[in-house]
């Protein structure tokens, strides 16, 4: 029986994790997938000047080109906003290049929509194509 290559060099899926990691983990893109879209209406960080939680709802599409993100690094990846302080245009734009560096698809939209506090919404969008 052959290996199984797809999930060669995954090494949060299937193992216990209790903490944040730095980057998410990819596997080769199937066939004929055209676009991915992960969203996650969880994701929490901090305001940077007040240190109030921020709440946001995270959408990430992206069309593959060798690499597909795992989703359990991808959830592991975004837990470690949590107790950071960022700007939600600078959470957008950070995701969307770790996405575009560790999978290279041929581009990623991260539309980030912070829930509103004094009555603002905030949605920004980041995205990225490759070269």
């Given at each position: 029986?052959?290996?199984?290559?797809?999930?060669?060099?995954?090494?949060?899926?299937?193992?216990?994790?209790?903490?944040?990691?730095?980057h998410?983990?990819?596997?080769?893109?199937?066939?004929?997938?055209?676009?991915?879209?992960?969203?996650?209406?969880?994701?929490?960080?901090?305001?940077?000047?007040?240190?109030?939680?921020?709440?946001?709802?995270?959408?990430?599409e992206?069309?593959?080109?060798?690499?597909?993100v795992?989703?359990?690094?991808?959830?592991?990846?975004l837990?470690?906003?949590?107790?950071?302080?960022?700007f939600?245009?600078?959470?957008?734009?950070?995701?969307?290049?770790?996405?575009?560096?560790?999978?290279?698809?041929?581009?990623?939209?991260?539309t980030?929509?912070?829930?509103?506090?004094?009555?603002?919404?905030?949605?920004?969008?980041?995205?990225?194509?490759?070269?």
């Amino acid at each position: 029986m052959e290996p199984d290559t797809t999930t060669q060099g995954l090494t949060v899926l299937g193992a216990t994790v209790r903490h944040a990691i730095d980057h998410v983990e990819v596997f080769p893109a199937p066939a004929n997938v055209t676009t991915v879209r992960f969203t996650n209406d969880e994701l929490n960080s901090m305001c940077p000047v007040t240190q109030q939680p921020d709440l946001s709802t995270v959408v990430i599409e992206y069309q593959p080109a060798e690499w597909c993100v795992e989703s359990k690094s991808l959830k592991l990846y975004l837990w470690g906003f949590r107790d950071r302080a960022v700007f939600a245009e600078a959470l957008a734009a950070e995701i969307a290049g770790e996405i575009m560096a560790s999978a290279r698809p041929k581009r990623v939209t991260v539309t980030l929509t912070q829930r509103p506090r004094g009555g603002i919404e905030v949605q920004a969008v980041a995205e990225l194509r490759s070269e």
